[in-house]
């Protein structure tokens, strides 16, 4: 046996440490957090398997069940909303098993090539991205693929801002194939824009904490009906951290988590649920409507042109066509040097062709209209005409 010459790794020389500005961070997650959310990550941390750990945790359960509006378990995840899209899939699915994959932009693309990863048979039906999923054409290319297993949707396809009318589509997908499992992304729609789990009969729902929830990334909330449930009995996929039976019995015998959860991130989420419920369901709603209507009116008004349509715009992220003209990389970049401004760009096939505005969980109409009121600055110092 030959040793080998030890290689000394030496201590890096890297960029001094800087502090995180201040920034007007409008990109759809992770969003800004309120002052109590910061706070609350402050505290010290506790023993997972103590009793202030189970107190936090059963009240955040609860009321999560009450945001996702349903009776069913929602089970926490250190994980991002990606994990969200594989967990779903490998508690219900066996390999070879038929799903369809209705996908409107990039996350819903994401959802299909993680089905097809674990060898699933997916058939996609895609639609034009800016374009929700049209729900006669659905029903209509349903029946042609049938017979399938699952469905793969997005409620809020933050790739394009589109809004799925999931409560149709739902219904649509039930009247055909009563014991379809119905999957559904809400990772950017949650606690922002109506959804309603059991009233609506989907079978897995999840979403992540860096979106409308106020807090950092770091948590994954997902929840089963008892179809779902019932699937998983049977179910063949390879699974180990995401399994949802560990979860459950952890939760349910002892309100903990069998894995080391992210208590800071915890503890930011016990405080925004609180303010969340203060606020009123319905209340917060009605805040992202007003933020969706704001930006999109601001926008047309500036002569831009938006890349979803008004029927099926979101309310919690609003894309938008680049002018011509217009070099959208020095855009971003004056705005988020010079006004302290932080747009997000396209992804995918949009890369460079669009910009999107985030205006979910903790935002102020002030932080909106300063932040409008920034890029037209900034358009017009480009020399934007309108
Ligand atoms: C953000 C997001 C995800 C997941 O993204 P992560 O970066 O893994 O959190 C998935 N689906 C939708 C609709 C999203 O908005």
């Known amino acids: 046996?030959?040793?080998?010459?030890?290689?000394?790794?030496?201590?890096?020389?890297?960029?001094?440490?800087?502090?995180?500005?201040?920034?007007?961070?409008?990109?759809?997650?992770?969003t800004p957090i309120p002052p109590e959310a910061s706070e609350a990550q402050t505290a010290p941390m506790i023993n997972h398997r103590g009793p202030e750990f189970s107190a936090m945790m059963k009240r955040i359960t609860l009321r999560l069940q009450y945001f996702f509006q349903t009776e069913a378990l929602v089970m926490t995840y250190p994980a991002s909303g990606t994990g969200g899209q594989e967990c779903a899939i490998v508690n219900v699915f066996s390999p070879g098993d038929h799903v369809v994959s209705i996908t409107i932009g990039n996350f819903g693309n994401r959802m299909a090539k993680i089905a097809?990863?674990?060898?699933?048979?997916?058939?996609?039906?895609?639609?034009?991205?800016?374009?929700?999923?049209?729900?006669a054409s659905v029903e209509k290319r349903l029946q042609e693929?049938?017979?399938?297993?699952?469905?793969?949707?997005?409620?809020?396809?933050?790739?394009?801002?589109?809004?799925?009318?999931?409560?149709t589509l739902a219904r649509i997908i039930r009247k055909h194939n009563p014991d379809a499992l119905i999957i559904v992304d809400a990772v950017s729609s949650l606690a922002c824009v109506p959804l309603e789990m059991d009233a609506w009969d989907l079978d897995v729902v999840f979403t992540g904490s860096?979106?409308?929830?106020?807090?950092?990334?770091?948590?994954?909330?997902?929840?089963?009906?008892?179809?779902?449930?019932?699937?998983?009995?049977t179910a063949k996929l390879p699974r180990f951290y995401f399994d949802w039976e560990m979860t459950r019995k952890s939760l349910q015998s002892k309100w903990q988590h069998p894995t080391t959860p992210p208590l800071s991130v915890l503890y930011a989420l016990d405080v925004t649920l609180e303010m969340m419920l203060e606020e009123g369901r319905q209340a917060i709603f009605d805040r992202h409507q007003?933020?969706?209507?704001?930006?999109?009116?601001?926008?047309?008004?500036?002569?831009?042109?938006?890349?979803?349509?008004?029927?099926?715009?979101?309310?919690?992220?609003?894309?938008?066509?680049?002018?011509?003209?217009?070099?959208?990389?020095?855009?971003?970049?004056?705005?988020?040097?010079?006004?302290?401004?932080?747009?997000?760009?396209?992804?995918?096939?949009?890369?460079g062709k669009i910009f999107r505005i985030g205006?979910?969980?903790?935002?102020?109409?002030?932080?909106?209209q300063s932040a409008v009121d920034n890029l037209e600055h900034v358009l017009h110092d480009l020399g934007y005409k309108g």
């Open 1 to 30: 046996m030959t040793t080998q010459q030890k290689k000394e790794i030496p201590v890096p020389q890297v960029e001094k440490r800087q502090p995180i500005p201040k920034q007007n961070l409008r990109v759809p997650g992770p």
């Open 116 to 135: 097809e990863a674990y060898g699933l048979q997916v058939t996609r039906l895609e639609y034009p991205w800016g374009e929700a999923a049209e729900p």
């Open 145 to 167: 693929v049938a017979p399938y297993k699952g469905v793969l949707l997005t409620h809020n396809e933050t790739s394009t801002g589109v809004t799925n009318d999931i409560e």
């Open 210 to 233: 860096q979106k409308g929830w106020m807090v950092p990334p770091g948590l994954m909330m997902i929840a089963a009906s008892p179809r779902a449930w019932e699937a998983y009995k």
């Open 290 to 351: 007003r933020a969706g209507e704001y930006v999109r009116n601001r926008a047309k008004a500036l002569g831009l042109d938006l890349l979803a349509d008004h029927q099926y715009a979101s309310n919690t992220v609003t894309a938008i066509k680049v002018p011509e003209g217009i070099d959208l990389k020095v855009m971003l970049k004056k705005l988020r040097e010079e006004e302290k401004t932080v747009f997000a760009g396209g992804q995918g096939q949009l890369d």
């Open 359 to 368: 205006h979910l969980g903790y935002f102020t109409e002030a932080d909106l």
